[in-house]
T-cell receptor, first 111, second 116 residues
Framework: QKEVEQNSGPLSVPEGAIASLNCTYS??????FFWYRQYSGKSPELIMS????GDKEDGRFTAQLNKASQYVSLLIRDSQPSDSATYLC???????????FGKGTRLHILP | GAGVSQSPSNKVTEKGKDVELRCDPI?????LYWYRQSLGQGLEFLIY????????KSGLPSDRFSAERTGGSVSTLTIQRTQQEDSAVYLC??????????????FGPGTRLTVL
């Protein structure tokens, strides 16, 4: 059973600090990884995708991928109250084209 | 339209009735995905289409669930003889090709299904 695991949280971070969200995956065949943000009652919206080992930066967001350890992380710098949401990690396998989502981590930025 | 659209936005039905959910993907997107999200849970993959074909139906929870896509565009997800455990938000997503390297999914607003 392919799985993507995330700590459900809530993760509370003071405004202006760095929020660190982590995700592990079980399928070594996974090649592409995605972070989505989901506000309560809304549909997921893509924040970042990452395919290669290392870091990928986009504004205040940095995604990190370590395929050897099978983990993906998302760092949010200068956290804002508007970053409070559930963050979903997803892994895509080229072998069967399925995208498996984790259950998400609830992030709460404290003003 | 500019984004993925789904209808209806809300559906309340009685146990045992059939329901049909519709998804209209972003124009030009060949891949279309259906997911289910129960309250406080992650997204459960149901089925995906590449064009009109669905290579993998293994995610459908039971034989009461079926989906079709015609003309490479609009897709319908049909649930027959609905049960209370079918209550969830049903999300549709589309992408230019199969989601993977360089190709990202975009989600619709979802249909909230409540089975009484």
């Amino acid at each position: 059973q392919k799985e993507v695991e995330q700590n459900s949280g809530p993760l509370s971070v003071p405004e202006g600090a760095i929020a660190s969200l982590n995700c592990t995956y079980s399928d070594r065949g996974s090649q592409s990884f995605f972070w989505y943000r989901q506000y309560s009652g809304k549909s997921p919206e893509l924040i970042m995708s990452i395919y290669s080992n290392g870091d990928k930066e986009d504004g205040r967001f940095t995604a990190q991928l370590n395929k050897a350890s099978q983990y993906v992380s998302l760092l949010i710098r200068d956290s804002q109250p508007s970053d409070s949401a559930t963050y979903l990690c997803a892994a895509h396998s080229n072998r069967d084209d399925k995208i498996i989502f984790g259950k998400g981590t609830r992030l709460h930025i404290l003003p | 339209g500019a984004g993925v659209s789904q209808s209806p936005s809300n559906k309340v039905t009685e146990k045992g009735k059939d329901v049909e959910l519709r998804c209209d993907p972003i124009s030009g997107h060949t891949a279309l995905y259906w997911y289910r999200q129960s309250l406080g849970q992650g997204l459960e993959f149901l089925i995906y289409f590449q064009g009109n074909s669905a290579p993998d139906k293994s995610g459908l929870p039971s034989d009461r669930f079926s989906a079709e896509r015609t003309g490479g565009s609009v897709s319908t997800l049909t649930i027959q003889r609905t049960q209370q455990e079918d209550s969830a938000v049903y999300l549709c997503a589309s992408s230019l090709g199969l989601a993977g390297m360089g190709v990202s999914q975009f989600f619709g607003p979802g249909t909230r299904l409540t089975v009484l």
